[in-house]
């Protein structure tokens, strides 16, 4: 349609194809669903996988209704990918989360992931992209109520911020986290479109929109690389079950289903049940990457030299192969440094070569089947089972954290001896099954687990919070990207792990990586300039020489430092949370782990129900009460944190337990209280 266009009043206008669109949805949705497949599937497995396609076809082409189908329009100047030729009309494209066509074919909104959709995000007065203006289109509860216009080639029009922008970035949050795409800015869209084939780290502090990039990278891969990655699979690494309840209706919400969402602990807890815990200690220990040495040599170490020929019986004849050549087929096995499972597979097939060998020489001809059936031999197997026995990589990483001397031999040069007490079993378990598996023995086994057998891997990896993976889980997640790439997000402010990464390069090294392109992310979209201010007074003392965040909101008014009595902080806090329920939107009450049961009572004895991390916020219910441990990731449009004396003194040392006051300070879109008996930590002051 001609860019020049427009109906006298345009918001009817707009409402009009608003309605056409969903008409048009819903038209492809219909005919998705009367498709007949009986007479296009040869059996019943080709039947249930195509009926799978669309049955998967169908929910993609849901119309939510408290969701805008479209958000944007452009008009262009000239008509897209043609010559530009004066006087020649321009064309009109309306951006949304997911393409609608009409009934012949013709597009009523364009994919946001689209290269024509591109412009929406990037186009600026210094560089329009032959728009002639961009619209924004403002929604209340799933209805099209207003629209602004910024003309980008028009000398005499202002820059200006956009009110409709700033109005959705400060939309109140009651309900999952919910999809960017009508605001990404364009150093965001950069990072998004960004290549599959390279990885990307991305440093971002508290509401630089870093989770929601990853994310939506993730979409806007799965469109341009459908194929390969339905192949071969991505996945979203998460810190724990509540983030990942979280987040998990973004990518749903853009149409794609089938992404996988997992913890480290998800993704390593296949083989043993996780029933214990380790000390601080312990765990920084078992999380360092010398670990995976350690294990090499436990591994390697069940190789044995043999001591007697093998000796195949087939027939009447015997063929001998001497323990020196089955010897130097073994330490050619380990020189290649093979998968120790591959190796075991192989050896047997080394040895019925030789066996063949000989057999040619004496005039026989044997083919690949008896080359098979002599690998199968009995002599074979009792050779290799002496020589290159299997293991199992439970009872390896078992007996290496009860055995202290086998420990020893192979942690010798690596640990010293203070570091592998603390890593032994204090209570020797008898059995796999027995034994109480922390998280990170977990992660052990695992690397052993791909040290016998190659882990799978996926097309893409996505990893949110990652400053706080220990060398050990780097190495675990890069297994599942190693033939592909991956997205790394976090904050090094906000590392709350002993273990948590010192710089990227350590991380991604670790993960794999290193050759991965380190983006930062200054600009503050989500937490208030006071707000953000007030807690970057922290940063000096938890990661001295990273840059502050820029927000670009300014909310006066949005801070409150308040002191009460000991003995009426409780009450001052339900106060507080009451005031802040007169607002729109969710709130969260965050405090240290240990405050929470006294919290829960103050709370349920003034009448107040609340949620706990995870549970999804409604109208009707919008307080959660937040351990400090879980805030990460998360964010609330009011936010009330109690005692931050207390979060702090709730780590095992001031670093981390300012890094997660760090992180309970910035979870607050539009407004935060702190609550205060003890005195403020000095950083603050």
């Known amino acids: 349609m001609p860019a020049h266009e427009e109906s006298s009043n345009p918001l009817v206008r707009e409402r009009a194809h608003l309605a056409a669109s969903r008409a048009a949805l819903r038209a492809m949705r219909e005919d998705v669903q009367a498709l007949d497949i009986r007479d296009v ?22 119309d939510l209704s408290h969701t805008p189908l479209f958000f944007g329009r452009l008009d262009y100047l000239h008509v897209v990918g043609a010559e530009k030729a004066e006087g020649s009309e321009g064309e009109r494209f309306y951006i949304g989360r997911r393409h609608v066509h009409d009934a012949h074919g013709d597009p009523m909104v364009i994919d946001w992931r689209a290269p024509v959709s591109q412009p929406f995000y990037q186009a600026s007065r210094n560089n329009p992209l032959d728009v002639d203006h961009r619209r924004r289109f403002g929604y209340t509860g799933g ?5 602004e216009d910024e003309y980008l080639t028009d000398p005499s029009e202002t820059e200006q911020t956009s009110k409709l922008l700033q109005a959705e970035i400060e939309r109140p949050r009651v309900g999952p986290m919910r999809d960017i795409v009508a605001t990404i800015q364009p150093e965001q869209d950069e990072i998004v479109r960004s290549d599959l084939g390279g ?111 093998v000796v195949v019986v087939r027939g009447s004849r015997r063929w001998r192969v001497p323990a ?18 591959a190796a075991h597979e192989a050896l047997p097939q080394r040895i019925a070569h030789a066996v063949l060998v000989r057999m040619e020489e004496a005039g026989e001809a044997p083919d690949d089947r008896v080359q098979n059936a002599v690998a199968r031999n009995p002599a074979v197997k009792a050779a290799v089972k002496a020589v290159w026995p299997a293991v ?3 009872k390896l990483v078992l007996r290496l954290l009860t055995d202290a001397e086998f420990l020893a031999a192979h942690a010798e040069g690596i640990f010293s001896d203070d570091e592998q007490k603390q890593i032994l079993m204090v209570k020797p378990a008898r059995s796999v099954k027995a034994a109480r598996w922390t998280a990170a023995d977990a992660v052990l086994i ?77 600009a503050g979209f989500r937490v208030p300039r006071e707000v953000i201010a007030y807690a970057s007074r922290l940063l000096p003392a938890i990661s001295p020489g990273l840059t502050p965040v820029e927000s670009v909101r300014e909310a006066p008014g949005s801070l409150a430092v308040r002191e009460a009595a000991a003995e009426e902080l409780d009450a001052a806090v339900v106060a ?67 005692e931050p004396a207390a979060v702090v003194d709730g780590e095992p040392d001031e670093r981390t337990g300012l890094r997660r006051l760090y992180v309970a300070l910035t979870r607050a879109v539009s407004g935060l209280t702190v609550l205060h008996a003890a005195d403020l930590p000095e950083q603050l002051a």
């Open 41 to 62: 599937t040869a059996n019943w497995v080709n039947a249930a996988v195509l009926q799978s396609q669309i049955d998967d076809r169908i929910k993609a082409l849901a």
């Open 143 to 147: 209805e099209l109520t207003a629209y």
């Open 199 to 309: 990885t990307v780290c991305v440093q971002g502090g508290p509401g630089t929109g870093k989770t929601a990039v990853g994310l939506h990278r993730v979409a806007y891969l799965l469109y341009a690389h459908r194929e390969r990655l339905a192949r071969t699979g991505t996945l979203v690494v998460g810190p724990n079950r509540s983030f990942l309840h979280y987040i998990e209706q973004v990518l749903p919400a853009l149409g794609e289903l089938e992404v996988q969402q997992a913890t480290v602990e998800d993704l390593v807890a296949a083989r043993v049940e996780v029933r214990g815990t380790d000390e601080s200690a312990a765990a920084v220990i078992k999380g360092d990457a010398r670990m995976a040495e350690v294990l090499r040599r436990a591994i390697r170490s069940h190789v044995t030299p043999p001591v007697e020929p």
């Open 324 to 341: 020196y050549e089955v010897e130097e087929m073994t330490a050619e096995l380990l020189a290649r440094d093979m998968r120790y499972g």
């Open 392 to 394: 199992d990589p439970a």
């Open 446 to 522: 695992d690397e052993a687990a791909d040290l016998v057998a190659r882990t799978h891997s996926l097309g893409h990896v996505v990893i949110d919070e990652a400053q706080d993976l220990s060398p050990m889980q780097y190495r675990a997640v890069g297994r599942r990207c190693s033939t592909g790439s991956a997205t790394v997000l976090g904050d090094l402010a906000q590392g709350t792990t002993p273990w948590s990464t010192g710089s990227w390069e350590q991380a991604l090294f670790h993960l794999g990586k290193a050759d991965a392109v380190v983006e930062e992310l200054t």
């Open 576 to 642: 507080a949370c009451e005031e802040s329920l007169r607002h729109e939107g969710s709130i969260g009450l965050i405090a240290a782990d240990a405050r929470l049961p006294a919290l829960a009572a103050a709370l349920g004895a003034a009448g107040h129900a609340y949620l706990s991390p995870g549970e999804e916020t409604t109208a009707a219910s919008r307080l959660t009460l937040v351990p400090a441990s879980l805030a990460k990731g998360l964010e609330y449009d009011y936010v009330v944190l109690d």
